[in-house]
C-alpha cells in the first residue's frame, strides 16, 4: 500500500513530460523520443518503485511546468487560462505539502506574470512592464487561493486525522510542541494556524538535527551538489546473495546516457547564450528566452542547495535533472550547426533517434541494479565507470578519489 501513489504517480509523469515536450517542439517524435530521458533512466525507476515520496514531488513539478506551458497558451482564452491559473495553484499547493524541496516551483510563478506583460514580446525588456489589470488581478486570485486552499485544507485535514500520541516517539510524541498545543492534543481539538505555524517551525529543528555530509565515513550515502549532474553519488539500498557468488542490488544509481546528455544540453545552453552575448555579429537566439528561463530555474536550485548544511542526496538533484531535460530539448531546437556539420531537421532527428538508442541500451547495461537481477561482481565492476559514482560491489573495495574512511569511519 505505501507503494502505490509513489508508484502511480511516477508513472503518470511519462505522459506529462511527452505533453511538454510535445508544447515545446511541436514534434511527436522527438516528444516521444525525449520522454525517454525519464522512462529508461535507472536512477528514476528505482526511486520511483520504493516507498519515497520525491515520486510524488516530482509529478507535481513536472505537473506545474506543464501548467506554465498551458497558461502561455490559454493565455488569451476566456475559459482555459482562469482553469489553468487555479489548476497551478492547486498543483503548487499539493506539491509544498509533499515536500518542502519543491519550493524552487514557485520561480514560475513571476514568470508567468512577466508573459502576461502587453507592452512587449520581449520578456526581460528592459522597460517598465505593462499588464492588462483584469488579466493579472484574475491569475493572482486563482492561483493563491487555490494554493492555499488547498495547502490549508491538506494540513487541516492531517491535524484532524491525529488522534494518537506514541510516547515511545521523542519529546513522549509530542516534538517540540508548545503547552498551548499538547492541550490542544490532548482534548482532541484542532487549531490549524496554531498547529501549522508549529509544524513549520519544527522543519527546521529537523533540518538542524540532520548530520553534515562526511565523505569520509564507511557508510556515507551523501554527495556534494557539485557532484550530482555527474550522477555521483550512487546509493546502495539493499543486496543480498542466494550463493554467494550472484549478488542482487537495488542501487541509485545513474543512466549515464541520460545523465550525459542532460550535462551536455546544460554546457551546450550556457555556451549559446554566453556566446550570443560576447560574440559581436553573432546571429540573435531564437530561444534566448526559454533557455534563460529554464537555466535560471537550474542555477537557482543549485545555489539554494549549496547553502544548505546538512547531508544531501542523489535523489535531491531530480528536479533541477527535469530542468535539464526541458533544456536539452529547447537547445536541439535552437542549434543550427556544430562545428562544419550543418543541423537540418531530418539530421537533428535522426540525432534524437540515436540518444533514444543509447537511452535504452544504457538503461538495459544498469538493469540488474534496478530491478534486483543476480550480478556477479566481475560484472558489477564493468559498470563502475565513473570514480565520482563512487558505484561499488559487496566484495568490492573502496577506491574513491575523492575521500577514504578514517579510522572508526567517523
Avoid at 254 to 272: E, H, K, S
Wanted: glycine share 6%.
Amino acid at each position: 500500500g505505501y507503494r502505490f501513489f509513489p508508484v502511480l504517480l511516477g508513472w503518470l509523469i511519462a505522459p506529462l513530460l511527452y505533453l511538454i515536450f510535445l508544447m515545446i517542439t511541436r514534434k511527436s517524435l522527438w516528444a516521444f523520443i525525449l520522454s525517454f530521458l525519464y522512462v529508461f533512466d535507472n536512477a528514476l525507476v528505482t526511486h520511483s518503485r520504493a516507498a519515497m515520496l520525491d515520486s510524488i514531488m516530482i509529478f507535481f513539478c513536472v505537473a506545474l511546468i506543464a501548467l506554465y506551458f498551458l497558461i502561455l497558451h490559454y493565455k488569451d482564452r476566456k475559459n482555459g487560462f482562469p482553469l489553468c491559473s487555479l489548476l497551478f495553484g492547486i498543483i503548487f499547493g499539493c506539491a509544498m505539502a509533499t515536500k518542502a524541496l519543491a519550493l524552487i516551483m514557485v520561480l514560475l510563478w513571476p514568470l508567468l506574470i512577466l508573459h502576461l506583460r502587453t507592452d512587449s514580446p520581449k520578456l526581460f525588456a528592459l522597460q517598465i512592464p505593462k499588464f492588462n489589470a483584469q488579466k493579472i488581478s484574475q491569475f493572482f486570485v486563482l492561483t493563491v487561493a487555490g494554493f492555499l486552499i488547498t495547502y490549508v485544507g491538506i494540513w487541516h485535514l492531517h491535524f484532524s486525522m491525529g488522534k494518537t500520541i506514541v510516547d515511545s516517539l521523542p519529546d513522549n510524541g509530542y516534538y517540540q510542541a508548545s503547552d498551548e498545543y499538547k492541550a490542544l492534543l490532548d482534548v482532541g481539538q484542532v487549531n490549524t494556524p496554531l498547529m501549522l505555524r508549529e509544524n513549520l517551525s519544527f522543519l527546521r529543528h529537523y533540518s538542524k538535527g540532520v548530520p553534515a555530509l562526511n565523505l569520509c565515513k564507511s557508510d556515507e550515502n551523501g554527495s556534494p551538489f557539485y557532484f550530482w549532474p555527474l550522477g555521483g553519488r550512487s546509493i546502495n539500498y539493499r543486496w543480498e546473495t542466494p550463493d554467494g557468488s550472484y549478488y542482487q542490488y537495488i542501487t541509485l544509481q545513474a543512466n549515464p546516457a541520460v545523465w550525459g546528455a542532460a550535462l551536455l544540453g546544460l554546457f551546450l545552453a550556457f555556451g549559446l547564450l554566453v556566446g550570443s552575448a560576447v560574440i559581436s555579429g553573432a546571429k540573435p537566439l531564437k530561444y534566448k528566452n526559454e533557455l534563460l528561463i529554464w537555466c535560471g530555474m537550474w542555477v537557482s536550485f543549485m545555489i539554494a542547495v549549496s547553502m544548505i548544511g546538512r547531508v544531501m542526496y542523489l535523489y535531491h538533484y531530480f528536479i533541477p535533472l527535469i530542468f535539464s531535460f526541458i533544456i536539452l530539448s529547447y537547445v536541439l531546437l535552437e542549434l543550427k550547426q556544430l562545428g562544419a556539420l550543418k543541423l537540418t531537421e531530418s539530421k537533428k532527428s535522426w540525432i534524437v533517434l540515436l540518444l533514444g538508442v543509447l537511452i535504452f541500451a544504457g538503461f538495459q547495461f544498469y538493469r540488474p541494479l534496478t530491478y534486483y537481477e543476480p550480478i556477479d561482481d566481475a560484472s558489477f565492476k564493468k559498470r563502475m565507470i565513473l570514480p565520482v559514482w563512487d558505484l561499488r560491489c559487496v566484495n568490492c573495495e573502496r577506491e574513491s578519489k575523492f575521500a577514504l574512511p578514517i579510522s572508526g569511519g567517523k
